[in-house]
């Protein structure tokens, strides 16, 4: 089974930027959604950015729109969230994810049965 191995996470001040990369050593062909979700304390889990390869293009969740870019580099097998301008209200763990669809970003922030998740990262940004 595919492991996705993330990096890139750390604390930065307001208006600082920090870029997250997640690497797969192999994915199945049924995989076509990248993204990553984050957690706050005592929040639940939210989809932040996701990638379809379907369609090609990326979703985010309104907060980080025009901040945060994401991108994947399919020869590499990576995906990466670039976040600039961060806010205080970013501090989270931050979770790379694989999955057939894109519909647990969109709401339930549960994966499918062939969903993968990596270990997290912290990001935290002070005021």
């Known amino acids: 089974q595919a492991r996705l191995e993330e990096s890139g996470g750390g604390s930065v001040q307001t208006g600082g930027s920090l870029r997250l990369s997640c690497g797969a050593s192999?994915?199945?062909?049924?995989?076509?959604?990248f993204g990553w979700f984050r957690q706050a304390p005592g929040k639940g889990r939210e989809g932040v950015a996701s990638?379809?390869?379907?369609?090609?293009?990326?979703w985010y969740t309104d907060s980080v729109k025009g901040r945060f870019t994401i991108s994947h580099d399919s020869a590499k097998g990576v995906t990466y969230l670039e976040m600039d301008n961060l806010k205080p209200d970013d501090t989270a763990m931050y979770y790379c994810?694989?999955?057939?669809?894109?519909?647990?970003?969109?709401?339930?922030?549960?994966?499918?049965?062939?969903?993968?998740w990596g270990q997290g990262l912290q990001v935290t940004v002070s005021a």
């Open positions: 192999t994915y199945s062909s049924m995989t076509n959604c």
């Open positions: 990638f379809y390869t379907g369609s090609g293009i990326p």
């Open positions: 994810a694989h999955d057939r669809g894109c519909g647990a970003w969109y709401g339930s922030g549960r994966l499918s049965s062939r969903g993968i």
